[in-house]
């Protein structure tokens, strides 16, 4: 099935509408849901494979940025952003990302394909069988252990291309002792600079890339790895969204929303892991 570039936009238009929503609500990029649509719809429109989920790693990081930031102010109105802490996590993690993207770039799609999956899979299992800590005081205010965690957390990041919301939660909630809506709200803060850092490390080895210019055309206009066609249409809608998400977030109670951050990680990991595809299930 070939998909004229109308259709595509007005795909990613609806999608950035579920990006937005699940990001302000959930603190994460919305990269899990952007990653299988765009790798869709990209190689329904005849782009190879291993450029195609490259494309959509490094395109999630460009809408990551202006939704994070949305969000981001959303929350801090909410006192839910421990700023110092987004900081640190997130100039380290920037680094990071550079250094993920870069590994990316040369690897293949199906390895890549799987990363994510697994990634998101693990983070959800883990936040689904771990005893929730009693975190009745804030978090210690412990920079060296955040920039500590920032680094890894940014190279996976710039791997398969996320802002790291869905490793970073688990990690905040798990091993930093945040309460759950403080880290929602700070990981949003955190992915402002990991989306930054991601985003350059695509731009940069895409360029590298002989003829990509040209394979992208059919969606649009691209700078490396980054299709600006496609950012746009997803943050027209994901932006705005993002801040009613962020109200949701703080209707709901702390276990209620662990709860739909997990279901989401799951289902998302399992599908971009081929499993569905391999039982035969149209889901």
Not at 205 to 229: D, E, F, M, Q
């Amino acid at each position: 099935m070939t998909l004229s570039l109308l259709t595509l936009i007005i795909t990613f238009l609806v999608t950035g509408i579920g990006v937005g929503f699940v990001s302000g609500m959930l603190g994460v990029g919305g990269c899990f849901i952007m990653t299988p649509v765009q790798y869709w719809v990209y190689t329904s429109m005849g782009v190879p494979q291993d450029i195609a989920i490259k494309v959509a790693f490094g395109t999630n990081l460009l809408v990551v940025l202006p939704t994070a930031i949305s969000g981001a102010y959303g929350h801090t109105k909410k006192g839910a952003v421990w700023w110092k802490a987004g900081i640190v996590l997130g100039l380290t993690g920037t680094g990071g990302a550079v250094i993920g993207a870069t590994i990316a770039a040369q690897l293949p799609a199906h390895i890549l394909t799987k990363a994510f999956g697994l990634a998101i899979l693990a983070g959800g299992v883990r936040m689904l069988t771990a005893k929730p800590p009693k975190v009745e005081d804030e978090p210690k205010d412990r920079p060296w252990l955040w920039a500590a965690w920032g680094i890894p957390i940014g190279i996976v990041t710039g791997i398969i291309g996320i802002g790291g919301g869905v490793l970073m939660i688990p990690i905040m909630v798990l091993a930093l002792k945040f309460k759950m809506h403080k880290a929602v709200g700070t990981s949003t803060a955190v992915m402002i600079f990991t989306s930054i850092g991601g985003m350059i490390g695509y731009i940069v080895n895409g360029l590298r890339v002989p003829n990509v210019t040209a394979l992208l055309a059919p969606i649009g206009y691209s700078i490396g790895y980054v299709n600006i066609t496609t950012g746009f249409a997803l943050a027209v809608t994901s932006v705005p969204v993002a801040l009613v998400g962020v109200r949701i977030a703080h209707l709901l109670p702390a276990k209620e929303l662990r709860y739909v951050f997990i279901a989401v990680m799951i289902y998302m990991g399992l599908k971009m892991m081929g499993l569905f595809s391999w039982l035969g299930l149209p889901i």
